[in-house]
Structure formats: structure tokens, C-alpha cells
């Protein structure tokens, strides 16, 4: 497998197993050690986590992957250079800000539609987080098995109670 650096002193982009992937976004981390901390913080959430410095190197990235779900988290020094530029592109599902302070930020809320929080502290962060990953891959789930024993549209109706009891035993059980 290639790897290709994200930028200077990141880690390497390798391939994405997950259906989502976190992408951080702060020009002022510059140390390897804070790269490895933020790393192993976003990785208890989900596996697969990029870190960049450069923001080029973030919106082309962002820009070149279609297949899975991207949630990014921007440190809030680079929410107003950063946003502008990404938040029309399709393939950004999610937007957390994470700045010191956040009133701010707020405005922020009514300018760009993607931003699903700013939190100024990580646990609130993390916690939004790993409940927008749960409920994307409880969608996933269900569309997933509604593509796997789809019917043509006048079989349809006949099959829609299936996908239904499916629906509600998925409820059910999580």
C-alpha cells in the first residue's frame, strides 16, 4: 500500500476501513507529540483519524474521497478561513468547531448549514461525535439491508410491513 504524506510532519494517509472518517484541521499544532496525542484522543471515537496543518492539503483531501462519510473538526483559529472554502462541497457530511472560547463562534451556526456544534470543551465534543457516528451507521444499516431484498416498486407495498418490523426490532435491540 502507498502512503503519501498529508503534509510535513503528519502521519501517513492510508487506506480508510471505517464508514467515516475525522478529519482535524488545526495550523497551530506543530509538535509530533501533540499530533499523536490529538491522534489517540479522536481514535477512541473512530478509528480512522487525519490530522492536518495545512489547509490546502485539507480541502484537497476533503475534495478527493467520495466512498465514506467525513466529519471534520476544525480548531476554531480556522473556522472563518477554512469554512468558506469547504462548506459547499459534498463529500463534508459533519462540521464540529472546537475553539477556547465559544461564544465567538456562534454565528457562526446561522452562516453554514453542515456545523452540527462548537464545543469548548473535548468530552462534549467526543460524545457528539461518537453519537453522529452511531446513528450514520444505524442509517447505513437500514439502507443496507433495504438495497440487499429491494423489490421492484409494485412489490413494494406488499414488502414495506418486512421493512418496517426490521426498523422497529433494529430500535428495539440498540
Known amino acids: ?9 503528519q502521519q501517513p494517509i492510508l487506506e480508510n476501513t471505517e464508514n467515516v472518517t475525522l478529519i482535524y484541521f488545526d495550523s497551530t499544532i506543530n509538535a509530533r507529540n501533540e499530533i499523536e496525542k490529538a491522534t489517540e484522543e479522536f481514535q477512541t471515537v473512530n478509528n480512522f483519524v487525519l490530522i492536518f496543518m495545512d489547509i490546502n492539503a ?13 466529519f471534520l473538526i476544525i480548531a476554531a483559529n480556522n473556522a472563518y478561513k477554512l469554512l468558506p472554502t469547504i462548506m459547499s462541497l459534498s463529500q463534508l457530511d459533519s462540521v464540529y468547531i472546537y475553539p477556547e472560547n465559544r461564544e465567538e463562534y456562534m454565528r457562526l451556526f446561522d452562516e453554514f448549514y453542515n456545523i452540527v456544534g462548537i464545543y469548548d470543551n473535548r468530552v462534549e465534543l467526543m460524545k457528539s461525535i461518537k453519537e453522529n457516528i452511531k446513528r450514520l451507521n444505524k442509517q447505513m444499516e437500514m ?3 433495504f438495497y440487499e431484498n429491494q423489490y421492484s416498486i409494485r412489490d413494494l407495498s406488499e414488502k414495506s410491513a418486512a421493512f418496517l418490523w426490521y426498523a422497529y426490532l433494529t430500535d428495539f435491540t440498540t
Open 58 to 70: 485539507c480541502i484537497d483531501y476533503v475534495k478527493s474521497i467520495n466512498e465514506e462519510k467525513r
Open 143 to 145: 439502507v443496507s439491508f
Open 1 to 9: 500500500m502507498e502512503e503519501v504524506l498529508s503534509d510535513d510532519i
